[in-house]
């Protein structure tokens, strides 16, 4: 158990539909990641917040989008979602923001599947 | 951009082999790289790093050296096990994009007994 949970485990909508994805950060972790892995793509890092701000931002859509609250919680938010949007999305933690060898902790991921 | 490209698999092994999984990246600067695993049903797990040029990273027997002067940061275990079936995946990260972790497309493990 890495410490990091993401709800909900599974996720199933429509196209055009609107989810929204959490991640809770392990204890004291400041930094949180998201990744989307998907069969084509393979994983690939989204976005980055750090102690509430964005940090960093990856290949993410504009339809899609996320935050980081007070209480360091997470979510991301995808919208008008496409078929291709189906994939696993991970959270992963750190306990800081800007180091290149600092590991990260990923959560066990929430499969999203549009139909 | 930086890119990590590793051996295509699924790699097949019977117990006690000896394994590689080739990685190779390109980057600028002074990346960190790493290997995760991923366990089938579960998250990515830190296999093990290494923070300098030189540096063999070891972790349940695994191991791995980063060596710049080929940009190549190989995974290697003496005697595998059935219980390391699982997708491996090189990756690396630079100080000054955040920290995220650029992948390679995983190497899928299958050692049977």
């Known amino acids: 158990d890495s410490g990091v949970t993401q709800t909900p485990k599974h996720l199933i909508t429509a196209t055009g539909q609107r989810v929204t994805l959490r991640c809770s950060p392990r204890?004291?972790?400041?930094?949180v990641y998201w990744y989307q892995q998907s069969l084509d793509q393979g994983l690939q890092f989204l976005i980055q917040?750090?102690?509430?701000?964005?940090?960093a931002k990856g290949n993410i859509l504009e339809r899609f989008s996320a935050q980081q609250f007070p209480d360091l919680h997470s979510e991301l938010n995808l919208s008008s979602l496409e078929l291709g949007d189906s994939a696993l999305y991970f959270c992963?933690?750190?306990?800081?923001?800007?180091?290149?060898?600092?590991?990260?902790?990923f959560g066990p991921g929430t499969r999203l599947t549009v139909l | 951009g930086d890119s990590v490209t590793q051996m295509e698999g699924p790699v097949t092994l019977s117990e006690e082999a000896f394994l590689t999984i080739n990685c190779t990246y390109t980057?600028?600067?002074?990346?960190?790289p790493f290997w995760y695993v991923q366990y089938p049903g579960e998250g990515l797990q830190l296999l093990l790093k290494?923070?300098?040029?030189?540096d063999k990273g070891s972790n349940k027997g695994f191991e791995a050296t980063y060596r710049k002067e080929t940009t190549s940061f190989h995974l290697e275990k003496g005697s595998v096990q059935v219980s390391d079936s699982a997708v491996y995946f090189c990756?690396?990260?630079?100080?000054?994009?955040?920290?995220?972790?650029?992948f390679g497309q995983g190497t899928e493990l299958s050692v049977k007994p």
């Open positions: 992963a933690s750190s306990p800081r923001g800007g180091q290149g060898n600092n590991e990260q902790f």
């Open positions: 204890s004291g972790d400041l930094s």
């Open positions: 980057a600028t600067g002074y990346p960190s």
């Open positions: 917040y750090y102690n509430g701000e964005e940090r």
């Open positions: 990756a690396l990260s630079r100080n000054n994009q955040g920290g995220k972790l650029i």
């Open positions: 290494a923070t300098k040029a030189d």
